[in-house]
C-alpha cells in the first residue's frame, strides 16, 4: 500500500534551521509530482512546496520563498523540505502529499515548532 512518513521536525528558535525528510513507498515514486503541506492550528491546510517528477527547482508559497528549499531523490524514494531563516508563523504540522490518480494520499506529519 501506498505509505509516506515524515520526519524532521523539531523545535527550533526564530532564524534557525529544520530539514525534514519524506520516505516514500508503495508507488513508482519517479512518476509523481510529491508535495509539502502544513496546517496550524485553527487554519487551513495550505500547500508549502511542490516537486514535478523532472524535479528542479519546486514551486513555493509566496511565503516561503528563497527560505524553503524542497528536493527529491528518486533513487532513495525520498522528498526533503530544507527550512532556513525560520519563523514563529512557520509552526505548524508539516504534511507529506502525492496525489495518485484520483486520491490524495498523506503521511501522518511532523511538527515543527518555532519559538524562542
Known amino acids: 500500500q501506498v505509505q509516506l512518513v515524515e520526519s524532521g521536525g523539531d523545535l527550533v528558535q526564530p532564524g534557525g534551521s529544520l530539514r525534514l525528510s519524506c520516505a516514500a513507498s508503495?508507488?513508482?515514486?519517479?512518476?509523481?509530482?510529491m508535495n509539502w503541506y502544513r496546517q496550524a492550528p485553527g487554519k487551513e491546510r495550505e500547500l508549502v512546496a511542490l516537486i514535478t517528477t523532472a524535479g528542479g527547482n519546486g514551486d513555493y508559497l509566496d511565503s516561503v520563498k528563497g527560505r524553503f528549499t524542497i528536493s527529491r531523490d528518486n533513487a532513495k524514494n525520498t522528498v526533503s523540505l530544507q527550512m532556513n531563516s525560520l519563523k514563529p508563523e512557520d509552526t505548524a504540522v508539516y504534511y507529506c502529499?502525492?496525489?495518485?490518480?484520483?486520491?490524495?494520499?498523506w503521511g501522518q506529519g511532523t511538527q515543527v515548532t518555532v519559538s524562542s
Open positions: 508503495g508507488f513508482t515514486f519517479s512518476r509523481y509530482t
Open positions: 502529499n502525492t496525489k495518485i490518480r484520483w486520491s490524495n494520499y
